[in-house]
Nanobody, 122 residues
Framework: QVQLMESGGNLTQSGGSLRLSCVAS????????MFWVRQAPGKGLEWVCG????????YYAESVKGRFTASRDNAKNTLYLQMNTLQSEDTATYFC???????????????WGKGTLVTVLS
């Protein structure tokens, strides 16, 4: 079955960096757009970024553009989210999510991981 497992969340100071990973299994990672989504304490879900099947196309929320970089290694079934210049507003649980339709960016997501917590101290 499809499984997504995030890791790399931690406590860090404002201005610091973290790299999140998401290991995928149970499906052909290279066929799907993948996404990172976050949820701050007490708030709703916020889409962070999307990455296409070979990593050659990415797009980001304005709040993270220029600070976060998504990448993927399909041979290792792993996604990454490099987060630099972290701010207290980035404190959230971060989830990776799988696109619904192969090769499609615009049809939502159907599987999520359990998330990894990032806490940024100001």
């Amino acid at each position: 079955q499809v499984q997504l497992m995030e890791s790399g969340g931690n406590l860090t100071q404002s201005g610091g960096s973290l790299r999140l990973s998401c290991v995928a299994s149970g499906f052909k990672l290279s066929a799907f757009w993948m996404f990172w989504v976050r949820q701050a304490p007490g708030k709703g879900l916020e889409w962070v970024c999307g990455i296409n099947t070979d990593g050659g196309d990415t797009y980001y929320a304005e709040s993270v553009k220029g600070r976060f970089t998504a990448s993927r290694d399909n041979a290792k079934n792993t996604l990454y989210l490099q987060m630099n210049t972290l701010q207290s507003e980035d404190t959230a649980t971060y989830f990776c999510a799988k696109g619904v339709i192969p090769l499609s960016r615009n049809n939502g997501v159907d599987y999520w991981g359990k998330g990894t917590l990032v806490t940024v101290l100001s």
